[in-house]
């Protein structure tokens, strides 16, 4: 009887193993209620190794949402440097949102879960702040331009990050409709208003 021969992981390896089982789990049932023995179990481990690499479950869970936010966030930075025109800007900043939700959707269901070990800095408000804080910049250009109250981009800044976020929230459930027919209707929502929503938006960006 032939005997299966077990491939020894090098320790960076077996890091990444463990993150990629924890980030699963963390996203099917939520901090609480993982535990390091599923996590061991999983990754076919015991216990002490786990602890070993980061010291529990809450080291663990630290380095997966970093590790996540700063995915999102990358992603975001590449998307607000890939125009000029503000409609253009947000076209891409929304669809940034979704591809990271339709191509990571563990990590943004771990991202918008609250954690009682997420710290003030590690949360996903702290990372719609950041986003906020970098379209406010743009904005503010484009109300100096446009002869606007350049004071209230911050409060335009917050409402279109807001509405963006929130509606990728429920479209990580909703699923429909697809993925660019949501960002264009939020375009069409943030760039022409209640008053003059188009009735097919589109985005032009991607046309």
């Known amino acids: 009887m032939s005997r299966v021969t077990r491939v020894r992981m090098t320790g960076k390896e077996r890091r990444e193993q463990l993150l990629d089982v924890s980030r699963a789990l963390f996203a099917e049932k939520g901090f609480e209620a993982t535990s390091i023995e599923e996590i061991a179990h999983r990754a076919s481990v015991s216990k002490p190794v786990v602890y070993e690499h980061f010291g529990g479950k809450e080291g663990i869970y630290a380095v997966v949402v970093d590790r996540e936010m700063q995915r999102l966030m990358d992603q975001i930075v590449?998307?607000?440097?890939?125009?000029?025109?503000?409609?253009?800007?947000?076209?891409?900043?929304?669809?940034?949102?979704?591809?990271?939700?339709?191509?990571?959707?563990?990590?943004?269901?771990?991202?918008?879960?609250?954690?009682?070990?997420?710290?003030s800095s590690g949360t996903f408000s702290s990372l719609l702040n950041d986003i906020a804080s970098q379209v406010e910049h743009i904005l503010g250009l484009h109300f100096a331009k446009q002869g606007y109250d350049r004071k209230l981009a911050p409060l335009y800044a917050q409402a279109l990050v807001g509405m963006v976020a929130l509606t990728g929230q429920w479209w990580l459930e909703a699923r429909k409709p697809k993925k660019d027919e949501v960002a264009a209707h939020l375009v069409n929502l943030a760039w022409n208003g209640l008053s003059a929503m188009e009735h097919k938006p589109r985005l032009r960006s991607r046309s």
Do not use: K
Request: proline share 5%; hydrophobic share 40%.
């Open 78 to 119: 590449v998307a607000l440097d890939g125009g000029s025109h503000p409609r253009e800007l947000l076209e891409h900043a929304a669809c940034a949102l979704l591809d990271y939700i339709e191509g990571s959707t563990d990590g943004f269901r771990i991202l918008v879960r609250d954690s009682p070990v997420a710290s």
